[in-house]
């Protein structure tokens, strides 16, 4: 059912062409100035990432429409141990926005070509949402290339069976209309941004109107409505995955935010009860993104978890 709100962003439509800005990278990053901001090309797209500590690799990866920052509480901690690279998706964050299909498999071999890239032969994924799915699927695809796995509020393989909250079930719901999921998420303002974060966490305080204002430049960037629908149409293809699922090996660590309106902890469950020594953490009263709203109980699961697991 498509909800009202979401039908008067798409009424208003023809009042929002022309809102797009163009891509500007910044020189340095405002919520941690003592990160260096990097770029390396892959497949000729311009790739935004940081770097930062010693040791063995970690990888972090953010979800659907999100980018870097959602790491922020992460970075320096793991960094102390580890050498973290966070990175901008291909289509999000301040990475080029190219119009190709977005499929599961795009976000895949990028992540492949961009290890590749830095020189990274094998590390450990944290992976949140799309980003955990990716991270599971490098380890079915790429095992090679995985070390450990955590994954935090991951997308299951049937993930558009899966989401129940308003926002991308109402997506879901129109998704085979032509033009028109093109026209909803090209019509999102800050309202909709707001409303759409706020669907991610359980204390609706920590989504403040700075917190919006970032996320809403973002979304406001040439190409990034064609990267959201594409990937969007393309979703249900992570399902050629499903039966290989409970194949994977690897130490796995799933975190899960009790509040989770997207993918309720059920769904976390499931995926734990399918890789055979996972282990599931809950963190309590917190949502899509626990990681960022309760940095404090998941750093403790991450920091246990690498220093009590090895393949």
Not at 65 to 92: F, M, N, P, T
Not at 96 to 115: A, N, Q
Not at 143 to 166: A, F
Request: hydrophobic fraction near 45%; glycine fraction near 6%.
């Amino acid at each position: 059912m498509i909800h009202f709100r979401w039908v008067v962003s798409f009424l208003l439509t023809p009042f929002l062409r022309g809102c797009s800005i163009p891509l500007v990278r910044p020189k340095r990053i405002d919520w941690n100035p003592s990160l260096s901001p990097k770029t390396i090309q892959i497949n000729n797209h311009t790739i935004f990432y940081t770097a930062k500590g010693e040791g063995k690799p970690l990888l972090l990866i953010h979800g659907y429409g999100a980018g870097i920052w959602v790491w922020q509480k992460q970075i320096d901690l793991l960094s102390q141990s580890c050498r973290v690279y966070a990175l901008d998706l291909i289509g999000h964050g301040f990475s080029d926005r190219p119009k190709i299909s977005y499929t599961p498999e795009t976000y895949i071999h990028f992540l492949r070509d961009f290890m590749d890239g830095v020189k990274i032969e094998r590390a450990t994924l944290i992976g949140n949402s799309m980003g955990g799915g990716i991270a599971w699927a490098m380890a079915i695809l790429y095992p090679e290339r995985v070390d450990r796995l955590i994954l935090i509020d991951c997308i299951p393989p049937d993930v558009l069976r899966q989401v129940k909250n308003e926002s991308l079930r109402t997506l879901v719901a129109i998704k085979s209309i032509p033009i028109l999921p093109y026209l909803v998420l090209a019509a999102r303002g800050k309202h909709s941004i707001k409303w759409i974060l706020l669907e991610c966490v359980s204390d609706i305080r920590l989504i403040t109107s700075e917190v919006v204002d970032r996320q809403h430049q973002l979304s406001k960037i040439k190409g990034t409505t064609w990267v959201l629908y594409s990937t969007l149409k393309h979703a249900e293809e992570a399902l050629k995955l499903k039966d290989q699922f409970s194949l994977i090996r690897k130490p796995t660590l799933f975190i899960w935010g009790e509040k989770d309106l997207i993918f309720p902890p059920a769904v976390g469950e499931a995926l734990h009860q399918a890789i055979v020594g996972s282990r599931f953490q809950m963190i309590k009263k917190s949502g899509h993104i626990p990681m960022w709203e309760s940095p404090v109980e998941v750093n403790q699961a991450i920091l246990s978890f690498l220093e009590n697991s090895s393949e």
